[in-house]
């Protein structure tokens, strides 16, 4: 289930994040978390399942899309369709942006593609 950070989620959050490969830095992956906390057209999204925080997906929200900028799984559950199902779960959360990639998420995204159609489809 995606849902939405808070500030209690903070270190775990910091731990998916340093999973991406520039994110690695403490102080870069800080101002990133500082981003999401303070830019209003960014969002970071937690994916759990049980009680468990396993994913994380970061946005940057126009009018019209929202640019995939961070994905991140655990790596004791990746290989099982978590990332893809984050994708899908903002794609139904919002179904009239369309999805871009960012440089980095750009590789993922394009193995996320669906042969769907249209607005909001990868």
Request: with cysteine; glycine share 6%.
């Amino acid at each position: 289930m995606l849902i939405r950070y808070k500030k209690t989620f903070e270190k775990i959050a910091m731990g998916l994040l340093s999973f991406m490969p520039n994110e690695k830095d403490l102080k870069k992956l800080q101002q990133t978390m500082k981003l999401y906390e303070t830019e209003r057209h960014m969002q970071l999204f937690l994916w759990k399942e049980e009680e468990d925080i396993i994913g994380l997906v970061g946005l940057s929200f126009t009018e019209d899309t929202m640019e995939l900028l961070h994905v991140s799984v655990n790596p004791s559950h990746r290989q099982q369709g978590i990332g893809k199902a984050m994708i899908k779960a903002l794609q139904d959360m919002y179904p009239e942006k369309i999805m871009t990639p960012s440089e980095e998420t750009e590789a993922f995204l394009h193995r996320c593609q669906t042969n769907e159609t249209g607005k909001g489809s990868v």
